[in-house]
């Protein structure tokens, strides 16, 4: 009934790490006709064609380039990573005559949502192979590890708010006597436990997401913050009408602990793929200077809705609900970028879109979160505006959203990314 939740739930499940969000994307680009452009090789870059750059193979940046001259960037990003428990370099602690893994928490999340389910590991492995050393993406892809919790009978107060403790409660179990766990990571990759020199393993949920609800109006599904947008910005980038404005698909990494690393929002990623494009293209810096000046960026990333047993979070009326459409968001200390000129370009966008839009800000008395926008925009500044899809249980092992929101957001993108921003009397109008 609803268009892109199943596919949705498709890419969240093929994607159990950053490095696979990153994978999956770009092979998908790849089979539309994009050419991968490494950022060490020299590029060659033509009007009419299409390209696809990665940085650590984590975050990716696609875009596209118009017969012509181009007329500024339309850029829209969201990000890869999401809150998990990263496996440490020497993992394995023996207790209770069982091996559980010793890990560190990646980002903020709720870490009793990880307790009692399935859990499997997956990321990257550098290994040694003829004697080069060569990345590989890994899902160990079975039932393998769970963090189980202490009992109601050994903790009576369990129910009335309990301390968690990274270093203490969340170890996942790995089984019984003394597993060598490298040794699974080697079988999973088909290599040898000793050439394996490196890794980035974080564990995911097992079991794909579901669709659910009465009317099968909710999605509820692993890392929907921030797969949901990423998945939805890449629907509308692959299915946009052509435009004089350059399209940029961007995923960073590393959002969810604050962006500042070689590949997140906060690095030259962005600032220098769009500057060497243009000097691939044969612009001068100043043209380039020009087309940044004349672009328009949407951060994308979840927002919250207002709680149907806590609606006392929310603000009394700048709150969205699940399925009442895509979310504009605002923030007075600047956390989230969207101001006059970028909410009333987007606005009209999703108008003449046909999609439902609505509007969060905190509760004036709660901080809230932060995103990418505003981190990307102190690098490479742009009118922004931040959105996102509503949902619930944000940073949970498994949250919730609206389908009907996430059909809308597509359509908004697909439009957004078929369109060219002409500056003019203060303010954008995306045409
Ligand atoms: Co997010």
Redesign the pocket.
């Known amino acids: 009934m609803y268009e892109y939740a199943e596919k949705l739930l498709d890419f969240i499940a093929a994607s159990p790490s950053r490095y696979h969000v990153c994978a999956n994307l770009k092979s998908r680009l790849i089979s539309a006709g994009y050419t991968p452009l490494p950022e060490q090789a020299v590029w060659d870059v033509r009007p009419g064609g299409r390209y696809v750059v990665m940085r650590n193979d984590s975050s990716l940046l696609a875009f596209r380039v118009p017969e012509g001259g181009a007329a500024g960037f339309m850029l829209a990003a969201a990000?890869s990573d999401s809150p998990t428990f990263q496996i440490k370099e020497h993992a394995e602690k023996v207790s209770a005559r069982c091996t559980v893994l010793d890990t560190e928490k990646y980002g903020g999340m709720l870490m009793n949502t990880w307790f009692d389910r399935p859990l499997s590991a997956a990321g990257r492995i550098v290994v040694e192979r003829n004697g080069a050393l060569e990345a590989r993406l890994v899902d160990i892809d079975r039932d393998l590890m769970i963090i189980p919790s202490v009992a109601i009978h050994m903790n009576r107060a369990a129910n009335d708010g309990v301390k968690l403790q990274a270093n203490v409660d969340t170890f996942p179990l790995l089984g019984c006597g003394t597993p060598d766990f490298r040794a699974i990571v080697a079988e999973a990759a088909g290599v040898a436990p000793e050439q394996i020199l490196g890794h980035d393993l974080t564990l995911y949920l097992r079991g794909r997401g579901t669709v659910l609800g009465a009317a099968d109006e909710l999605i509820a599904a692993p890392k929907l913050?921030?797969l949901e947008c990423a998945f939805a910005l890449a629907e509308g980038f692959l299915h946009a009408a052509p435009s004089q404005a350059i399209p940029v698909l961007a995923i960073f990494d590393n959002?969810?602990v604050g962006s500042e690393t070689k590949q997140g929002a906060a690095s030259n990623f962005l600032r220098d793929t769009l500057r060497r494009l243009t000097l691939a293209l044969g612009l001068t810096e100043a043209e380039y200077l020009r087309l940044t000046a004349g672009s328009f960026m949407v951060s994308a990333?979840?927002a919250h809705a207002q709680h149907p047993n806590h609606p006392e979070f929310a603000d009394g009326q700048n709150t969205p609900y699940l399925n009442g459409g895509v979310t504009v968001k605002f923030n007075a200390n600047q956390r989230y970028t969207t101001d006059a000129v970028s909410a009333a370009a987007f606005r009209a966008l999703c108008r003449e879109a046909g999609a439902a839009v609505q509007e969060y800000a905190n509760r004036s008395d709660l901080p809230g979160g932060s995103?990418l926008g505003s981190i990307s925009n102190t690098r490479l500044a742009m009118p922004t505006v931040d959105i996102g899809l509503p949902q619930l249980a944000m940073h949970s092992a498994y949250e919730t959203a609206g389908a009907q929101d996430l059909d809308d957001l597509v359509r908004v993108m697909t439009a957004f990314y078929g369109k060219t921003p002409i500056h003019s009397a203060g303010a954008v109008s995306l045409r």
Request: hydrophobic letters at 0%; zero cysteines; proline letters at 0%.
């Open positions: 990000h913050d921030d959002e969810e990333d979840n995103t």
